[in-house]
Antibody, heavy 122, light 107 residues
Framework: EVQLVESGGGLVQPGGSLRLSCAAS????????MSWVRQAPGKGLEWVAN????????NYVVSVKGRFTISRDNANNFLFLQMNSLRAEDTAVYYC???????????????WGRGTLVTVSS | DIQLTQSPSFLSASVGDRVTITCRAS??????LAWYQQQPGEAPKLLIY???TLQSGVPSRFSGSGSGTEFTLTISSLQPEDFATYYC?????????FGRGTRLEIK
């Protein structure tokens, strides 16, 4: 079955760290750009970061740059998000997504996990 | 940064209605635009990419159009399962951005 399964969310204090994981199965993980997208409670979607197929290119939204690091393990089909210096405004459901729909040299997110909730609070 | 403005933010309609949602970009993004549908408590689902290409498995009542700065998502005949929130997203340049969403509710 083609799927993405996130884990690693939970409650963390401001200033703390958390590492999210995303296990991919059912497709050739190493062929896909991968992204993290988050959604604060009751709010819209926010793209957080993405990484290319071999991990040589990484991009971040400004609000997490220098605090979050995206990485991948193609041998074991995992995507990661290391989150440091967490703030209350990082509280959200974090989705892992694979970009498998291609048009005009752009890769669109066509496979999503169910998300993992990160709560930053004292 | 390129901003996306969706309108309306809220839409009330009936089963069988034809509805159109608009997404305007603050600068030209060619056709590097996608539309997603999100049901409450679920992950987003890709509907349209490249502004007008229908994702595999998505019903043909959904269509997308536009290029440059103005884009539309049209649902030709609303079905009960279409009542959800819809987001546009651009991939023209970093940072990738989503619109703020359009919540479609049953009248």
């Amino acid at each position: 079955e083609v799927q993405l399964v996130e884990s690693g969310g939970g409650l963390v204090q401001p200033g703390g760290s958390l590492r999210l994981s995303c296990a991919a199965s059912g497709f050739t993980f190493s062929s896909y750009w991968m992204s993290w997208v988050r959604q604060a409670p009751g709010k819209g979607l926010e793209w957080v970061a993405n990484i290319n197929q071999d991990g040589s290119e990484k991009n971040y939204v400004v609000s997490v740059k220098g605090r979050f690091t995206i990485s991948r393990d193609n041998a074991n089909n995992f995507l990661f998000l290391q989150m440091n210096s967490l703030r209350a405004e990082d509280t959200a459901v974090y989705y892992c997504a694979a970009a498998g729909a291609v048009a005009g040299r752009r890769w669109y997110l066509d496979l999503w996990g169910r998300g993992t909730l990160v709560t930053v609070s004292s | 940064d390129i901003q996306l403005t969706q309108s309306p933010s809220f839409l009330s309609a009936s089963v069988g209605d034809r509805v159109t949602i608009t997404c305007r970009a603050s600068q030209g993004i060619s056709n590097f635009l996608a539309w997603y549908q999100q049901q409450p408590g679920e992950a987003p689902k890709l509907l349209i990419y490249g502004a007008s290409t229908l994702q595999s498995g998505v019903p043909s009542r959904f269509s997308g159009s536009g290029s440059g700065t103005e884009f539309t998502l049209t649902i030709s005949s609303l079905q009960p399962e279409d009542f959800a929130t819809y987001y546009c997203q651009h991939l023209n340049s970093y940072p990738i951005m989503f619109g703020r969403g359009t919540r479609l509710e049953i009248k």
